[in-house]
């Protein structure tokens, strides 16, 4: 073993731990720390040291200076704590002991604007940063996650070829990471890619909602269904675990899933993803409509006491059930492609906003595998970029205009269906929404501008002169003419 370590890592929970095995298994020498809370967490190194680690590539430290000492120059570290303050007050342990040109590397859930923060404040003493989003869990981290750095383009040559050695692979044998770009823009795309991942994972419980409640079908039955689906368009992690998940049963035989309370929690990764859309003016409906939907069904004893009160329509599904099955199909791959494209056009916003230059093709590559979002569908997104790196929404490329359109009257049966029988599908109705409003050339904004000019004097444009000029009407006689000011697009 050699007596120098070629990167270090802090945070010996799952993750941590996992990425630590990772990278020894590569051929790599890892320091490990844990920052301990006295009395709980002490031994932690120990243990690991004389249980998973042994007789492995790894040096222990108990003390952060003996951690620091262990690591070959320039000092590398990963830190895998969770996100916020202590993140921070790591840093702050950290500085006094490091030299210019030491480079840190976050790989939890950090919010990127804290990111671009560390990234300046470590550039400016001579240090370098990485903020890195990780998906895939606690298999991805052992077996090869999908890994999407940014932060200081000068970090990037030291750690890439540990980070492309430990990730993911696709079938060609590109690592699913590569640099995405400056300061935040690593951390950014970890989020929209976890605000998508809330995305999928609402359709499929919509979809499942319908199967049960409008289908009457049982685990079982809905088993088959995902098993099938994802032989097809529909091949992706998600939709391979829900399959499994219908099939497990409990020690009575019946299945898990339908003794498991209906409250969802979070982490706060989706809501950031829409918190970040409507400071950018996007319209990210279906992420949104996700994140509220888990919102909803927290409120649980509420929902419960309404269900006593609120009628819903009678349900007698009188259509021939597979070809309503096909259907859904169609309406899960539909909605699909609107969630991707959504995000991927806050992606492109994004770039714009804070100047960083983007492959969105490359992104698209970094999901194929590892992540929790893979699926073959990316690979089509990646070919959508490859042959269009400007396009600017993935609905405007020629294999997704034929996939909806050819989707499309399924997909329309399903919500009206679903609608007409009580059925909720928040975020397969809004996607559908979503695509009617982008395809309509004319939507009745106008008459909302009217309503603010008439209520505020906020000005509107017209459709018979230059974009631009900004007139105000004073529509009751006795406004006057004093207009507020224009309006922001």
């Known amino acids: 073993m050699k007596e120098k370590a070629d990167i270090g890592m802090i945070g010996m929970a799952v993750m941590g731990e996992n ?48 951690f620091v000492r262990s690591l070959a120059a320039p000092r590398r570290i990963m830190m895998m704590v969770k996100a916020g303050k202590p993140v921070d007050e790591l840093i702050e342990q950290l500085l006094p002991l490091l030299d210019k040109g030491d480079i840190l590397i976050d790989g939890g859930n950090s919010h990127f604007p804290d990111t671009i923060r560390r990234t300046k404040q470590l550039e400016s003493k001579g ?16 077996r090869g ?166 009628r819903a329509p009678a349900r007698r599904f009188k259509r021939n059930k597979q070809a309503f099955l ?42 194929r595998g590892g992540c929790i979002i893979r699926s073959v569908f990316l690979t089509k997104i990646k070919e959508a970029f490859d042959k269009n790196p400007a396009l600017s929404n993935l609905l405007l490329d020629p294999f997704f205009k034929k996939r909806i359109e050819r989707s499309q009257n399924a997909w329309r049966r399903v919500v009206s269906t679903a609608m007409l029988h009580g059925i909720w599908i928040p975020a397969m109705s809004t996607a559908l929404c979503y695509y009617d409003g982008f395809r309509n050339a004319r939507l009745p904004a106008n008459l909302l501008q009217a309503q603010r000019d008439y209520f505020g004097a906020h000005q509107y444009e017209r459709i018979d002169m230059p974009r631009g000029r900004f007139f105000h009407t004073n529509w009751t006689g006795h406004g006057g003419d004093t207009a507020s000011s224009s309006y922001t697009v």
């Open 326 to 367: 096909n259907d859904l199909e169609k309406a899960l791959y539909a909605s699909k492609i609107i969630s991707y494209t959504q995000g991927f056009v806050l992606l492109h916003e994004a770039a714009k906003e804070y100047g960083w230059n983007l492959n969105y093709g490359g992104i698209a590559l970094l999901w």
């Open 145 to 310: 996650p999908s890994i999407m750095p940014g932060g200081s383009p000068a970090a990037w040559p030291h750690v890439k070829p540990i980070l492309q050695a430990i990730a993911a692979k696709v079938s060609d044998g590109t690592p699913c990471c590569d640099w995405v770009g400056e300061n935040g823009a690593g951390h950014f795309v970890k989020m929209v890619h976890n605000g998508i991942e809330y995305g999928d994972m609402q359709l499929i419980c919509e979809a499942y909602q319908v199967m049960k409640e409008l289908l009457g079908m049982s685990a079982d039955e809905m088993h088959k269904v995902f098993k099938k689906w994802n032989t097809g368009d529909l091949d992706s992690y998600l939709i391979e675990i829900t399959r499994d998940i219908l099939a497990f049963k409990d020690a009575d035989g019946q299945p898990l899933v339908e003794k498991i309370l209906d409250t969802a929690g979070q982490k706060g990764t989706g809501k950031w993803t829409s918190v970040v859309s409507l400071d950018l003016g996007i319209p990210l409906t279906l992420i949104s409509e996700a994140v509220y939907a888990r919102c909803l069904s927290a409120m649980k004893d509420e929902r419960v006491e309404a269900s006593q009160e609120l």
């Open 19 to 66: 990425l630590a095995m990772n990278i020894e298994s590569k051929g790599f020498t890892v320091a490990v720390y844990n920052r301990t809370v006295p009395g709980i967490e002490e031994g932690v190194v120990d243990r690991f040291i004389k249980g998973r680690g042994q007789g492995k590539n790894f040096i222990g430290s108990e003390t952060i200076g003996d």
């Open 127 to 142: 240090m370098l940063f990485i903020g890195t989003g990780v998906s895939g869990g606690e298999e991805g981290a052992l």
